[in-house]
């Protein structure tokens, strides 16, 4: 199946899409560097790896991100659940967002606590969702008042939904990033199987930037410090654990049993089979 997406635009903007697209292991997140979003899920399910967290999404959650780098990935549990993921987006633009409202975002100092979080979809909120399906479906019904009045009451229930003092305090907080702390984004996605091209851009840095940052923090390039990493814990885990090795080499963040295998006995001279024989006896 390839991949489908149907839009509804403002501006020139995307600000309503629904896209439906093949399962996936790992994917960049779909909405610009610039656009604060919110996704229901139709079909199928989905995790979401930002620097410091991994959550997990169904038809019941929604997603609520601010503009941040962050990956959509799936395990294989959530691969068998469908043969697709479905959802429907809401782009959250601060152009159209402040034309909408006669405000200025920047004039709140209100925060959250969070660059994404889950938000339970029930009530009024799966009305929305099916009236924005309804929209994405039937594109002629959407002219721009419409559109219009579908962000405002969407913002209208978010700001409800999540206790903000008014709709400018809800939105202000969607720009304003919780920043990470770079060693803080590395131990917290140590064991993930993200490239190293991949931490960068969960970073927020240049491939070249994210290397040099990373020796003058961890004293070693980020392949080989990595690596050691995961092979310390898959250590602790042959010595402490019954788990079967490939559920070990996968806990650590290798791809395949083979990789893991391969690693582990460069390292340490022996096999992780060999390796936890030999710490029984």
Known sequence: ?????????????????????PYFKRMPKISHDDEACFMFIIEGEFS????????????EKGLLAKCIDFFFETTHIQRATSEYVEVIGVLLHPTILEELFQFDIKKSNHKVDYNVTQIQVNGLMTVFKESLNILLDNPELADDDLI????????????????????LDFLSAMFKRNVSEFTATINDNLFS????????????????????KFKNVFQQSPKKYILKMKLEKACKDLESSQNRISDIAYD??????????????????????????????
Request: charged share 25%; glycine share 2%.
């Open 1 to 21: 199946m390839s991949h489908v997406k149907k839009v509804l635009t403002y501006k020139n903007k995307i600000v309503f899409e629904k896209v439906k697209i």
């Open 48 to 59: 979401v790896r930002t620097p410091n967290e991994f959550i997990s999404y169904n038809k």
């Open 252 to 281: 650590c963040g290798f791809e395949t049993i083979s990789t893991f295998n391969r690693s582990f006995k460069k390292q340490f001279g022996k096999s992780p089979s060999k390796y936890r024989l030999d710490v029984i006896a």
């Open 148 to 167: 219009k009045t579908k962000l405002k009451e969407f913002v209208l229930l978010m700001s409800k939904t999540q206790n903000a003092p008014t709709q």
């Open 193 to 212: 199987n993200l490239s190293i091209d991949e931490f960068a851009h969960l970073c927020g840095m240049s491939i070249s930037s994210f290397k040099r």
